[in-house]
């Protein structure tokens, strides 16, 4: 059975730094790309960033760039995002999703699999 589990949200300050994590199994972590996406409120669904599965390549939406790292370590089956300059519209619901083999990772990729999430608040 696959597993995505989100942690590490919060409330921050603008300008702060946050760390997500997402911890998986039940299936061969270093075969997967896999991506962060997020939901503010009353928006849609938005693409974050994407790592391939080894690690070697990294996308990132526009308004990311520059601010917000994704990251792996296969040896953990861990997923990261490591974020910061952190802004009030950065707040939103934060999920772990799983890519299936053979998607065009250049932009937002479709899943197979995803987590609960994590909330992520930004304010002062």
């Known amino acids: 059975e696959v597993q995505l589990v989100e942690s590490g949200g919060g409330l921050v300050q603008p300008g702060g730094s946050l760390r997500l994590s997402c911890a998986t199994s039940g299936f061969t972590f270093d075969d997967y790309a896999m991506s962060w996406v997020r939901q503010a409120p009353g928006k849609g669904l938005e693409w974050v960033s994407t790592?391939?599965?080894?690690?070697?390549?990294?996308y990132y939406a526009e308004s990311m760039k520059g601010r917000f790292t994704i990251s792996r370590d296969n040896a953990k089956n861990t997923l990261y995002l490591q974020m910061s300059s952190l802004k009030s519209e950065d707040t939103a619901v934060y999920y772990c999703?799983?890519?299936?083999?053979?998607?065009?990772?250049?932009?937002?990729?479709?899943?197979?699999?995803w987590g609960q999430g994590t909330q992520v608040t930004v304010s002062s």
């Open positions: 790592i391939s599965g080894n690690g070697g390549a990294t």
């Open positions: 999703a799983k890519v299936p083999p053979g998607t065009i990772l250049t932009g937002s990729p479709v899943y197979d699999y």
